[in-house]
């Protein structure tokens, strides 16, 4: 689970990288075709990995440990103009809430979980390891959707 967990940081890098080269009203932009914009697929990838992998799973009851729940989590859109503490807040979020997951995954937090079916991807997650692996895949595609909200807004 290593290389995993090394992987979704690298793409949590990479989606960084990405945030760093736009201004905050690019990032708040909503490109025509989209419901949403670039810091808010940010943000939804940092809070559905922990809802993921506490929430769902069983591990933990209440999404109040999980900062940013109610702005990104599954089904909610931008409502407000994300400002630059928020952005940066939740680019150290990215990274510290993954070093989080490892160590808890090393001390066997999530030996036994309570499987359940995503909607995204339709496939029931029985153990933390499919969990990790969906979100590296989770986080993919959100990123895919920031890279293509970002051609749309550096072509107007």
């Given at each position: 689970?290593?290389?995993?967990?090394?992987?979704?940081?690298?793409?949590?890098r990479?989606?960084i990288?990405?945030?760093?080269?736009?201004?905050v009203?690019?990032?708040?932009?909503?490109?025509?075709?989209?419901?949403?914009?670039?810091?808010?697929?940010?943000?939804?990838?940092?809070?559905?990995?922990?809802?993921?992998?506490?929430?769902?799973?069983?591990?933990?009851?209440?999404?109040?440990?999980?900062?940013?729940?109610?702005?990104?989590a599954?089904?909610?859109?931008?409502?407000?103009?994300?400002?630059?503490e928020?952005?940066?807040?939740?680019?150290?979020?990215?990274?510290q809430?993954?070093?989080?997951?490892?160590?808890d995954?090393?001390?066997?937090?999530?030996a036994?979980?309570?499987?359940?079916?995503?909607?995204?991807?339709k496939?029931?997650?029985?153990?933390i390891?499919?969990?990790?692996?969906?979100?590296a895949?989770?986080?993919?595609?959100?990123?895919?959707?920031?890279?293509?909200?970002?051609?749309?807004?550096?072509?107007?």
């Open positions: 689970m290593e290389n995993v967990l090394n992987f979704i940081k690298d793409e949590r990479a989606f990288e990405l945030i760093d080269g736009l201004t009203d690019q990032l708040n932009e909503v490109p025509a075709g989209f419901n949403n914009n670039i810091i808010w697929n940010f943000g939804h990838i940092v809070v559905t990995t922990q809802a993921l992998s506490y929430l769902r799973t069983g591990v933990r009851t209440d999404a109040s440990f999980i900062k940013y729940f109610s702005a990104y599954k089904g909610t859109k931008p409502t407000y103009a994300v400002d630059a928020e952005i940066a807040e939740l680019k150290g979020l990215a990274l809430t993954i070093d989080q997951l490892a160590a995954y090393q001390a066997g937090v999530f036994e979980i309570q499987p359940f079916a995503t909607d995204t991807f496939a029931t997650l029985s153990t390891e499919d969990v990790l692996i969906t979100t895949g989770h986080d993919t595609i959100h990123y895919g959707y920031a890279m293509a909200q970002k051609r749309i807004i550096n072509n107007k």
